[in-house]
């Protein structure tokens, strides 16, 4: 059947490419080079110097001067037809048979050497075996994380006295390493920081130290973690935490995205369509795994078998100080200007630390900060804004670059 079609396609190009070079040759008596006209026009002029010579208006030696005038330009004229009458006739075929040739054989050579000529139909039974072979044949974590690049994330330079806290808090938890809540803030730290590697390690501590108590939360960010240290792979012993995650809080959302991420790697398009679909409907329409999910979610549900899906509308304006906020403050006084943004700046970030929001609105509140020269208060909220989005790739990718327009990245 595939071969059938490429031939069926193959002629209906060798037709629309040939076609006008048939219509060609059809109307050619009609479509005569300007060298036969001017031949007749001369010929013509050879008769009336003819007649004039009969009827003695003019002499003979002007009709003679006359007749060798003309045959010279009849010489020429039968010179240019014989020219042009050969490529009139075969050479716009010649050109369109080669161009014809050229991409036939063109198209079958790529097919042959990206394509799989030999591969059979798949039926979705074979699909769906196929999707759980690749499932079941996953690489471990450990086999995943060496062939992984090194898990680390580029961060700005941190304040000097954070640093020896950091360091202070490292000792404390290596002389109390069964200490769940010095184990917790590590971990939290070292994602600040960027060091990813040394915070999964410590957040695989802190939930083998609460045991059957940890937390759908602290499950799900180790299983986060691990799928990072995996280069994005959720690998069978992440899908293990994440299964507790889920267990402790089937309605936690973000291991829900992770669930739905899973499916994906793993070719079924079917499961992770209801999973994510019910996520982005369900809102808050600031939550920050909508960024991931929206952009994504009608091809998703096309994949999945649902084209016509209509996903909810995004939300609207953000909340908090934006640049024409920040542009009209120009023309305030310095005390006026920085009470007004000053104010905008704490509501917003109390409401963030509160209840949450989406990373534009942490990027905003890392801008506005950077506007108002709070480079180390910037740089905390960037480290927190991390630590919260640290299973979703594009919120951090906006985060950093508000970082980066705060001057907290170079």
């Not at 006209?37 to 009827?55: I, M, T």
């Not at 010179?79 to 490529?87: G, V």
Request: proline share 7%; charged share 25%.
């Amino acid at each position: 059947m595939f071969w059938i079609l490429c031939l069926v396609l193959a002629l209906g190009v060798a037709a629309a490419i040939l076609a006008p070079v048939w219509r060609g040759r059809q109307t050619g008596a009609a479509a005569r080079p300007a060298a036969a006209y001017d031949l007749e026009v001369y010929r013509d002029q050879l008769r009336e110097v003819e007649r004039d010579l009969e009827r003695g208006v003019i002499g003979g030696e002007d009709a003679a001067r006359l007749r060798t005038e003309i045959g010279r330009k009849v010489l020429d004229a039968d010179r240019r037809l014989a020219e042009a009458a050969p490529a009139a006739r075969g050479g716009t075929a010649l050109v369109a048979a080669v161009a014809l040739l050229a991409v036939l054989a063109g198209a079958v050579f790529l097919y042959l050497r990206e394509g799989a000529p030999g591969a059979p139909d798949l039926p979705m039974a074979e699909r769906l075996a196929l999707a759980q072979r690749a499932y079941d044949s996953r690489p471990g974590q450990a086999e995943a994380e060496a062939a992984a690049p090194p898990l680390a994330r580029a961060q700005p330079e941190a304040d000097p006295e954070y640093l020896a806290l950091v360091e202070q808090l490292r000792a404390a938890v290596a002389e109390k390493p069964d200490d769940p809540q010095g184990m917790a803030l590590l971990a939290a730290n070292e994602i600040r920081l960027g060091n990813l590697a040394a915070a999964r390690e410590a957040q695989q501590r802190l939930v083998e130290l609460r045991g059957s108590n940890a937390s759908a939360e602290e499950l799900m960010q180790l299983s986060a973690l691990m799928m990072e240290a995996a280069g994005g792979l959720i690998t069978p012993e992440a899908e293990e935490v994440l299964a507790r995650s889920l267990s402790a809080d089937p309605r936690q959302p973000q291991s829900r995205y992770l669930l739905g991420l899973l499916q994906l790697q793993n070719g079924r398009p079917d499961r992770a369509f209801p999973i994510w679909r019910e996520l982005l409907e369900q809102g808050p329409s600031d939550a920050p795994w909508v960024v991931s999910i929206r952009p994504n979610i009608r091809d998703l549900a096309w994949l999945a078998g649902h084209p016509d899906y209509i996903p909810p509308e995004a939300p609207g304006a953000l909340p908090g100080p934006d640049a024409d906020a920040l542009a009209a403050a120009g023309d305030m006084t310095p005390e006026e200007r920085q009470q007004m943004v000053g104010g905008m700046v704490e509501r917003l970030e109390a409401r963030l630390v509160a209840e949450g929001g989406t990373p534009e609105e942490w990027a905003r509140l890392i801008s506005s900060l950077g506007v108002l020269g709070h480079t180390d208060h910037a740089r905390e909220i960037w480290g927190q804004a991390q630590a919260r989005f640290a299973a979703a790739p594009e919120a951090l990718a906006q985060l950093r670059a508000a970082a980066e327009a705060a001057g907290l990245v170079e």
